[in-house]
C-alpha cells in the first residue's frame, strides 16, 4: 500500500474587525478555483520538511498573512483520488493567529474570505474541515505556551569524570541546540527557563543570543531538584503557561517525562502511550491561564 500523503495547515484567525458581526474572531478560508471548493489553507509538505514547517510555508503561500502557531488540533484522513487511483491524506493543523500579511489572489487561491466560525462552518465545503473548526471551536484560540526541551545529547554520564552540573554538549549536541532556534523562534519566544545545568543552559543558548534574551536558571527543572518538589515545579510550569507569550524551559530526561504526565492527568489531557522522549525533543504545552489544555510531542531536529 502506498505512503499516505501528509499535508498540513491552520486555523488562521485574528480579533474582528469593527464592521464585522458580533463574533469576537474572525476566521481565514480560501477558495481554491481547481477544486471549487472552501477550505482552511493547507498543502503537501515537500521533501525533508517538517510537519510545522510545512504548515506555516502553505499557510503563507495561500494567504499571504504570517502566522503565530498555538494549540494542535491534531489529524484529518480522506481518501485523495488522482488519474484514478485513491490514496489516503492526512492533514495535521494548528490553531494559528494572523500577526500582518495581505492577501493577493493566485492562480492557486484567488479568493479569501474573514468569517465568523458561524459563517465559515456553513461555507466549508470538507466534511474534514468542518470537524477541525469543531476542534477548533472546542478549545480556547488563544493560549499560553510552554515549550519544554529536552537537553541536547553531552556525551556519557559514566564516562564523565567532573562533576556533572557542568557537563557540556558534545558536538551533535550543538548541532541540535542550533538547529532547535528554528523550531523555537516559529512560536515567537519572549522568556527563556533551564535547569541549573551547563548542559541545559547551552541547549537554549542559540535561541537566547539569536532573539537577545537572558536564560533565567530554575533548579525545580532539573533532575536534582525536581525530586520531593514535584508540586512546586508543576505550579512553576503553570505560572509560566500563563502568559501570552511563548516560554521556552529546558529540563532532563529525568523530568520531563513525569512533569508532563502529571500535568495530563491533573487536567485531563490525553498523551501518547507510550510516553514519547528523547534529548533534544520538544513537548509544547498549551494552556489556558494555568490549566493545560494541548500537549503535542516535537522529535530531536536531524542533524
Known amino acids: 500500500m502506498a505512503k499516505p500523503i501528509r499535508a498540513a495547515g491552520g486555523v488562521v484567525w485574528r480579533p474582528a474587525t469593527e464592521h464585522a458581526s458580533n463574533a469576537a474572531i474572525e476566521i481565514a478560508i480560501v477558495h481554491r478555483p481547481r477544486y471549487d471548493d472552501w477550505s482552511f489553507p493547507k ?13 506555516l510555508r502553505e499557510v503563507f503561500e495561500e494567504t499571504g498573512y504570517r502566522v503565530r502557531p498555538g494549540r494542535a488540533l491534531g489529524d484529518v484522513q480522506y481518501l485523495k483520488s488522482s488519474n484514478g487511483v485513491a490514496r489516503e491524506k492526512v492533514v495535521h493543523y494548528w490553531v494559528m493567529e494572523a500577526v500582518g500579511g495581505a492577501f493577493t489572489p493566485s492562480r492557486e487561491v484567488d479568493e479569501l474570505l474573514w468569517l465568523s466560525p458561524e459563517g465559515a462552518h456553513s461555507l466549508l465545503t470538507r466534511s474534514t474541515d468542518r470537524e477541525i473548526l469543531d476542534r477548533f471551536a472546542s478549545g480556547p484560540v488563544r493560549t499560553g505556551m510552554v515549550l519544554l526541551v529536552g537537553h541536547a545529547l553531552a556525551g556519557n554520564r559514566q564516562s564523565w569524570e567532573g562533576d556533572d552540573h557542568v557537563r557540556p554538549l558534545d558536538e551533535t549536541g550543538r548541532e541540535q541546540a542550533d538547529e532547535l532556534v528554528r523550531l523555537l523562534s516559529r512560536f515567537e519566544v519572549m522568556k527563556l527557563a533551564s535547569a541549573d545545568y551547563l548542559r541545559c543552559v547551552q541547549t537554549l543558548k542559540p535561541i537566547a543570543d539569536s532573539i537577545g534574551l537572558e536564560i533565567e536558571e530554575e533548579p525545580l527543572l532539573s533532575e536534582e531538584g ?10 512553576l510550569v503553570r505560572r509560566l503557561g500563563d502568559h501570552e507569550e511563548a516560554v521556552a524551559a529546558c529540563s532532563q530526561r529525568r523530568v520531563i517525562p513525569d512533569l508532563v504526565q502529571r ?5 485531563g489531557v490525553e498523551l501518547p502511550d507510550p510516553f514519547k522522549y528523547k534529548k533534544a525533543s520538544v513537548w509544547a504545552l498549551s494552556f489556558e491561564g494555568p490549566k493545560l489544555v494541548g500537549a503535542e510531542y516535537f522529535p530531536p531536529p536531524d542533524v
Open 263 to 267: 500535568l495530563g492527568r491533573e487536567d
Open 226 to 235: 525536581y525530586p520531593a518538589n514535584e508540586a512546586d515545579a508543576i505550579e
Open 43 to 55: 498543502g503537501k509538505l515537500g521533501a525533508g520538511e517538517s510537519v510545522l514547517e510545512g504548515a
